[in-house]
């Protein structure tokens, strides 16, 4: 008995202080003392000592240890340190980037990790691992400048064949931070999931899954966040559901399926009035408008991120559920990761947040109170998590004229929102209850399922959550009634389908008109980027050619012959094309060019404006005249696009992006080919340089029995044209200038 209290005297005094917090989180040493291994404690009631330090619980046992040594967090965060540099090794494999934490990791960085089993081939199967996902997010979004990663366990993993479900459950989740799947043997002695918070790789807290919610682990990283010098950066938001100014991480996990049409096509809602569709295009961050013909009315958002504003303007983050409104002529909808409740303004044009209530709201009850929150938005006390904190909502019911009954994907919290006051009324957790008071409205939205072959239905529910009493739960917000149909969200497939309510038959909108959806944000760098020399990062160059002309007028008209294999969905048109002239050159936009006074400063000026005039409004009548005619010579397979800028002496140069709407070529061979063919000529269309993990891509496009031939995908464009001209050629009077005319065709093979 002496010789335990003298060791245990000696860890109180060689460990750092401890944290006190609830759920009986546990420091951990080399020694390993790893109170989630199988023989790490035994309590007993009768038989354990509790130490008291500066206000804090340390529980130890007094059994007699076991010979053999016991794994520890330290065991874990040692594995995660020494494969950091290796993205695949014999016992492990990396999911998304690990590039930027190998080479930021530092002592004095906050380091959370999730440990948990994977089981099923699916570790959002279990409820308990989907609640730490979600809290781990949570947490991420708080505070980013914290390191975060995963770590699944277990023997069942084939590190060399990822499976499908897996890459379906990452991006359901939207797990964009790495995932380290492992077959080590010491971490299966890890008996239950578990958080690891630490500073560095040094001195890990263990906080039990089951037992600490997202209160607990929050309070965690902020006292050893006061204890680093990590303090000054901390975001002192106003509420849990803001998130500081920065750039949305996106999925590194099979990147160019971004490129697809749509991305996990989540949730739709219905006009049926108005005859429009509202698709939320879910990991493209953007809700769809289109009618019952397939054709695209509108883009409700333009990037990941939270701003309201003009729908060209807004930013969402994984847009939900969502319901119209007739008499505001609005669509209400659900901003899942950014924890909201937004509406948009469909006549208006523009997306504002209707709960929780922000600082430019009009429903704020003090004036002061927002002139403080302008003045000094650091100030104002930021809102702890608690067990009603409104994070991740998914479904949306509309309950009454003011009420809304909001769930959160895995049913696991139903929200009763007073739009009126913007304020939460009742936060029910209880399985028993949330079906008592909403079950019926639950079991009348997911009815329609039943009108959807069971084939479509069952695939979908391994990515959907289900709840007592009602199966089909979680595709309630995938499906809708419009007109004689049931359309319903084939998330597996990546695609919309209706079927007739009379035959069942399955049939495909035929989409157009994609200039609506302008060009992808994923597509357009930064004006630093564009302006640089060594290129685009991340965006691959198609064609360069230099061009000796003289200054004046340049028309370039660009042919682009598609891959053999794919044609075009249809012509690339303005929304979709963005030019940029830099140097000594400028772009024309369609229209004559026009001085905002008409005055004239002089006999000079007059003339020189008139010269412009005669210079340039003949071509621009050319080429109105002949824009049909010039798409009615364009010939299969061949994108045109045109533009036209003015040069001066000097070099100059001119840079091209587009998004070119692809499908395989349907042919008669065509028929004769594997479905394994299909998707690889899909795949190398798509992503030709093989910047991405191929075999991962070719998983999202397999896991469905969609026609591939009826699969629309993206293909960017980048072209850049070098103009070097020389000085204006002189008039025969020798005091005039000649103002030149140029045509350029550049022909680009993809």
């Known amino acids: 008995m002496i010789f335990r209290f003298g060791r245990l005297k000696r860890i109180i005094r060689f460990s750092p202080p401890p944290l006190s917090y609830s759920g009986s989180p546990f420091r951990l040493t080399a020694t390993g003392i790893d109170l989630l291994a199988a023989h790490s404690v035994e309590v007993k009631s009768d038989l354990h000592s509790r130490t008291e330090l500066a206000g804090s619980y340390f529980r130890y046992s007094t059994v007699a240890e076991t010979k053999h040594e016991l794994p520890s967090a330290i065991d874990v965060l040692s594995f995660v340190q020494s494969s950091l540099h290796k993205p695949k090794g014999s016992l492990h494999y990396w999911l998304n980037d690990v590039s930027d934490y190998k080479n930021s990791f530092k002592e ?64 359901k989740e939207y797990i964009n931070f790495p995932i380290l799947l492992s077959k080590k043997n010491s971490l299966e002695m890890v008996k239950r999931p578990c958080y690891i918070i630490s500073k560095g790789f040094q001195n890990p807290l263990v906080y039990p899954a089951k037992d600490v919610g997202l209160e607990t682990l929050n309070q965690a990283i902020q006292e050893l966040n006061e204890q680093s010098i990590q303090g000054a950066i901390i975001h002192d938001m106003k509420s849990s559901w803001v998130k500081p100014v920065e750039v949305v991480k996106e999925l590194d996990v099979c990147s160019s399926s971004q490129n697809l049409l749509w991305s996990f096509p989540g949730c739709i809602s219905v006009d049926e009035c108005g005859d429009r569709l509202f698709l939320s295009d879910v990991n493209h961050h953007r ?220 049939l495909s909108f035929p989409f157009s008109n994609f200039r609506v959806l302008g060009l992808p944000y994923w597509f357009v760098p930064s004006l630093e980027q564009v302006y640089s020399d060594d290129g685009v990062p991340g965006l691959e160059l198609d064609h360069v050619q230099e061009f000796n002309l003289l200054p004046g007028r340049v028309d370039i008209e660009l042919y682009i012959s598609v891959p053999q294999q794919t044609e075009l969905v249809e012509q690339p048109q303005e929304g979709c094309i963005w030019c940029l002239a830099r140097g000594a050159a400028a772009e024309v936009c369609g229209v004559e060019n026009k001085a905002a006074s008409t005055e004239k400063v002089g006999i000079a000026q007059q003339w020189y404006d008139e010269l412009d005039n005669l210079c340039y409004s003949t071509p621009l009548e050319k080429e109105s005249s002949t824009e049909e005619e010039s798409k009615l010579v364009v010939q299969e397979g061949v994108a045109r696009i045109g533009c ?107």
């Not at 523009?350 to 003045?375: C, G, M, N, Q, R």
């Not at 028993?432 to 329609?448: A, F, R, T, V, Y």
């Not at 070099?651 to 499908?663: D, F, P």
């Open 287 to 506: 809700i769809i408008v289109f009618n019952g013909n397939g054709k695209l009315l509108d883009a409700i958002g333009s990037s990941p991120g939270f701003e309201d504003g003009v729908f060209e303007s807004a930013k969402l983050l994984r847009p939900a559920a969502s319901f119209y409104h007739a008499p505001e002529d609005s669509l209400y909808f659900v901003d899942s990761e950014n924890h909201a409740i937004r509406r948009a303004d469909l006549e208006r044009r523009v997306v504002e947040t209707v709960f929780p209530a922000t600082a430019d709201s009009k429903k704020y009850k003090s004036f002061w109170k927002w002139i403080l929150d302008k003045v000094w938005p650091g100030k104002l006390k930021s809102e702890a998590f608690n067990s009603e904190s409104f994070l991740f909502p998914w479904h949306m019911l509309k309950a009454s004229d003011t009420d809304l009954f909001v769930l959160n994907q895995s049913f696991g919290t139903l929200w009763v929102i007073d739009l009126e006051s913007s304020s939460i009324k009742e936060a029910v957790k209880e399985s028993s209850k949330i079906l008592e008071i909403c079950g019926q409205m639950m079991k009348d939205k997911s009815i329609s399922t039943r009108h959807v072959p069971s084939d479509w239905v069952e695939k979908q529910l391994a990515a959907t959550c289900s709840f007592d009493g009602i199966p089909y739960a979680g595709l309630m917000s995938s499906v809708a009634t419009f007109q004689d149909h049931i359309v319903f969200c084939d998330t597996v497939g990546q695609t919309v389908v209706k079927f007739d309510k009379g035959t069942g038959s399955a």
């Open 108 to 171: 004095d960085r906050i380091l959370l990790v999730l440990v948990s089993d994977y089981a099923d081939d699916d570790f959002t199967s279990n409820p308990n691992i989907f609640k730490m996902f979600e809290n781990v997010k949570s947490l991420r979004q708080r505070y980013p400048f914290i390191q975060v990663l995963a770590v699944q366990y277990g023997r069942s993993i084939s590190l060399n064949d990822i499976s499908t479900s897996l890459i379906q459950s990452i991006f």
């Open 644 to 750: 036209t800028i003015n040069t001066s002496p000097g070099t100059s140069e001119v840079i091209i992006l587009a998004a070119l709407y692809l499908r395989l070529k349907k042919s008669t061979t065509s028929t004769s080919e594997s479905r394994e063919d299909r998707v690889a000529k899909i795949v190398e269309t798509m992503d030709p340089s093989k910047r991405f993990k191929r075999d991962l891509l070719v998983k999202v496009l397999t896991a469905s029995t969609r026609d591939l031939q009826e699969v629309i995908f993206l293909r960017h464009l980048h072209v850049r044209l070098k103009i070097d001209s020389f000085d204006h050629p002189k008039a025969d009077n020798l005091r005039d200038i000649i103002v030149s005319e140029s045509s350029v065709k550049v022909e680009v093979t993809l």
